[in-house]
């Protein structure tokens, strides 16, 4: 079955048969396990092996994952899911840098970026704590900091913007 999987705008070919798994189109060892009584599994992709949590966002084939303790949504979808969304427009969104939101409650910790700085997709931008561990928010897309709502030590809620990009 192939897939087109799409992480930080950019999209990857991965193709899932009999023979293991290709990624964009050259084929990597893999294995996956479950940790036993946690959400986490184990993948092996080569000779590295990584801590994986996965959960399902709304929306077909969307997906957060945190991998190695930072936080990527991805959207995976076969091959003939995608083509019909690309010739529809179906996965028209806006536009643009999406700012940086708190996803759960918690304390902001710290800003890595000032306004104005240049910021990369999947750059570190912020730091918040919420349940004694603290969770590094990196930036969606490029683009460039507008504003910066919160301070460092604020409370905030799940949705906050923490840092406003455009």
Do not use: F
């Amino acid at each position: 079955m192939k897939y087109v999987v799409t992480v930080a705008g950019e999209r990857h070919e991965v193709v899932v048969d009999g023979d293991g798994v290709a990624y964009d189109g050259t084929h990597v060892e893999t294995a996956l396990s479950d940790v036993a009584g946690t959400p986490v599994r184990q993948v092996r992709i080569g000779r590295e092996v990584h801590r994986v949590v996965a959960r399902k966002l709304d929306g077909r084939g969307r997906y957060v994952l945190w991998l190695d303790g930072h936080r990527y949504e991805v959207e995976a979808l076969d091959e003939r899911t995608r083509a019909i969304r690309d010739m529809t427009g179906a996965a028209a969104a806006a536009t643009g840098p999406a700012p940086v939101v708190a996803p759960m409650p918690g304390l902001l910790v710290r800003l890595l970026v000032g306004v104005g700085d240049a910021v990369q997709a999947g750059q570190p931008v912020a730091v918040i704590e919420a349940m004694k561990m603290e969770n590094e928010l990196r930036a969606a897309a490029p683009g460039t900091v507008t504003a910066l709502p919160v301070s460092p030590g604020a409370a905030v809620d799940k949705g906050a913007v923490l840092v406003a990009l455009g």
